[in-house]
């Protein structure tokens, strides 16, 4: 006997099926994904229902599963990071980040201050962008449509200080071991400052829209309820983590680079709408981080140093001294991990991935349970997933 | 009862707001293009295809072995003052557009060009070969100088 | 319908045809011009739909087929759609897979035949009008549940139980909605609660009374949920039913679905038009030679406001969707119907 089904029955009354013999009650098994509308990418959720009601959910992973890692280890680290580009393919820029610090942590060489200026200054840009996805695709789950049309709007001027930045519009493959690649083009800070003051006054269009309507607040409000607790034992991270209240990030609380001369807050959910950790507080905390990357490209481009772009001593092939280096850098998606183990060769021996949708993800196990399908969207959604660097 | 109209009033005034959000976009101007009558300028550093300049390569094979996807083949024929370069061919198919190629070449022969549009309905025609069999180009220094080849400056020895 | 069956009299002349045969040639013209005034609307509001939700958007909506923006996009896609394979799934309840797309539209189609276009311009001048069209318009029901079931995808069947609860449901508001004109107008005959309007703005049963006007309110939102769109479009759902009912349909079948879905908005609005909004009665003096044309455009009106709360909202939730229904609507729609009765007692001298 199926306990999820005994389990409907308690909660019709229970003496429902002693009333009606004949009336056998039996789960619905439903495959959601990985051609799903609103999976994003190819996620597969296994879920049985009971009518609306969803009884379990079972995220099936490894659709868009590239080896990631193990390429790692046949090609040097230059190469490599263009496979980062491709794990989280919304927010390049912070996985070359991760990825380039952990290299340099290992190989022990300093990074040139402009260079650093520039990599924050890409980085939160990349947040940005990444974050503006979330919330139009959000929005997209719930219904609507418009939302999406103008998060795109304004995430293509950063694709087009991107593209002159680096000539790449999504896989910028701009960071290099030791700097950056290219050297900003003229009129780079002018750029971004105007796409800022823009921006900012852009984010209270988008509360307006989506956030504080009425229907979103309904159907986002304790929907997906995430405790502490759960998202520890998970190892949520990012905004999904600070949604739940909890004020941890790895810019401020373990910084890399030079995070630590910035100065933002750490959003965390406040619970406004309902209960601190349900999906419009993960999905407010997106919405001011953008308003906290604004303040942070503002300092760093005012602090913009003139100087090399790479360490000068660096060889165009970089050849990584035997040892190991973890480091953990925020993505936009959370914390992203690069546990590199070279032995000397001209590659890395062996390349650790932690990606932080892939811990994010496995939440929906716990919370999905008990909600309504469309819930269960809702919540999806909340997450941000990216399948790229959940299967790397 | 009052948190019931104040529901009612949130909501219709949260839809009325969205709505005027909404219809002044509609006497905005699109900012979209009108694709292909209309065409975004390239930065010059965009990545388009990769374009190799014949004229400059001198087959080194410093971009095949910069390549981390391996979609540049290049073959060469003979030694020394008779190599020859038979074949450079890049599988587009497979080059992911990193732009990784460029930086070794000592001659700047392989560059990132700002085209874009070439879909093709034959995957093996995304196969380009610059150089024809027919026409192999001499790598050595002595006899690309004669053949009127671009000859990079003796400033260091590339591997 | 009279002076069509009268138009074939006269052109066979006088005596030639039996009352019964012109009957029927009456009856098939008329549902032939309104099953090509159902589709060409289709045609119209779904170049609308995607021009104004582009322009919402910040975007052109399509531009290419015919001269000016793109204004024979949807003839090309009718062409394209035309020449798709016909698919039905292997597992699928053939008949009713088969039947479904034409109940649906048939529905829609029925209802059309009492909407008062004009002065004399009706199909069908029923004395139960205003009920006739709620009753064939219900049968879109029957339509949505059947292409669920019949299609045997759990996606589909979703859809289904959805828009057969929604659909039901909101038929009460609607009703609702307008009991308080038909208290007003005395009638359930269409042209008689348009000719009750006319003589001026105020006259309009919208803005008779504050009761009214909320009731339209009601009317207006308990109609988009009845053709089934955003913030009401649960049976489709994009982003969580894949497609809803219509998942497994494509091509011609498709076709009927999306043709049945415009003609219904459109219905919906002409509903509204004729009831609330005063039908082909205008302010504007000296515009009296085409009051079809009035009565289309405030129809159109309505429906671009329709497209616009689409391209605007979120949708709700099933059970919010219900409390929107039950809990919030037909009270309202109960008090307004009561309020119009207590205004009428005491401001307006009965006849």
Known sequence: MNPAIDGVAASRGGDDRAALPRLKSELLELNMGPQHPSTHGVLRLLIHTDGEIVHSVRPYIGYLHRCAEKIGEGCDCRQFVVYTDRLDYLAPMNCNFGYVVAVEKLMGIAVPERAEHIRVICAELQRIASHLIAFGTFGLDMGAWTPLLYAFREREVILNIFERLCGGRMLYNYYDIGGVRFDLPDGFAEEVVDFIDMFERKLDEYNTLLSYNKIFIERTADVGVLSVADANAYGCTGPVLRGSGVAWDCRRDDPYSIYDRFEFDVPTGQGEMGTVGDSWDRYMVRIREMAESCRIVRQAVKALPEGPIRTPELKKIVKVPAGAAYTRTESSKGELGFYVIADGGATPFRLKIRSPSFSNLHVIEKIGPGQMISDLVATVGSLDLVLGEIDR | MRQYFADIWHALMSTFQGMGITIKHVVKKPVTLQYPDERWVLPERFRGFVHLDTNRCNACLQCAKACPVSCIYIDTEGKGVDRYMTRYAVDFNKCIWCGLCNEPCPTNAITMSHDYDHALYFRQKLVYEFVSPERPIPTHKQKRAEMGFFVEEEEEDHG | ?351
């Open chain 3, 1 to 351: 319908m009279e002076q069509v069956t009268a138009l074939f009299a006269r052109i066979a002349g006088a005596g030639t045809l039996s009352p019964q045969l012109l009957l029927w040639l009456g009856a098939l013209t008329m549902a032939l011009i309104m099953a090509l005034v159902m589709a060409a609307c289709a045609i119209v509001f779904t170049w609308a739909e995607r021009k104004v939700a582009g322009f919402i958007q910040s975007r052109y909506g399509p531009m290419r087929v015919g001269r000016w923006h793109g204004i024979a996009q949807p003839i090309a896609d009718m062409l394209k759609i035309l020449q798709k394979e016909d698919i039905i799934p292997a597992d699928a309840d053939r008949k009713f897979f088969i039947l479904a797309p034409f109940v649906l539209f048939i529905g829609s189609l029925m209802a059309w035949a009492a909407i008062p276009f004009a002065p004399g311009f009706v199909a069908a001048d029923l004395d139960m009008g205003l009920l006739y069209i709620f009753a064939a318009s219900s049968l879109v029901t029957i339509g949505i549940l059947m292409s669920g079931w019949a299609s045997n995808n759990k996606w589909s069947l979703y859809g289904a139980a959805r828009g057969a609860a929604q659909i039901v449901s909101y038929e009460i508001p609607l009703a609702l909605a307008v009991v308080p004109v038909v208290l007003y107008a005395g009638s359930l005959n269409m042209t008689d609660i348009v000719v009750a309007q006319q003589g001026g703005i105020w006259k309009w049963f919208a803005l008779r009374n504050p009761f009214l006007f909320v009731s339209f309110l009601i009317y207006f939102l308990a109609s988009i949920a009845e053709v089934n769109r955003t913030p009401f479009d649960l049976p489709e759902t994009e982003s969580e039913l894949v497609a809803g009912y219509h998942t497994e349909y494509s091509g011609m079948r498709f076709a009927f679905f999306f043709l049945a879905e415009y003609a219904n908005l459109f219905l919906v609005s002409c509903i509204a038009t004729a009831v609330f909004l005063g039908g082909w009665g205008h302010p504007v003096p000296g515009l009296n030679f085409a009051p079809a044309l009035v009565f289309l455009a405030k129809a159109v009106l309505l429906v671009l406001a329709q497209i616009w709360i689409r391209w605007t909202l979120p949708r709700l939730r099933v059970d919010q969707l219900m409390h929107v229904c039950w809990k919030v609507m037909i009270p309202l729609a109960l008090v307004c119907l009561a309020g119009s009765g207590v205004w009428m007692l005491a401001f307006v001298r009965f006849a």
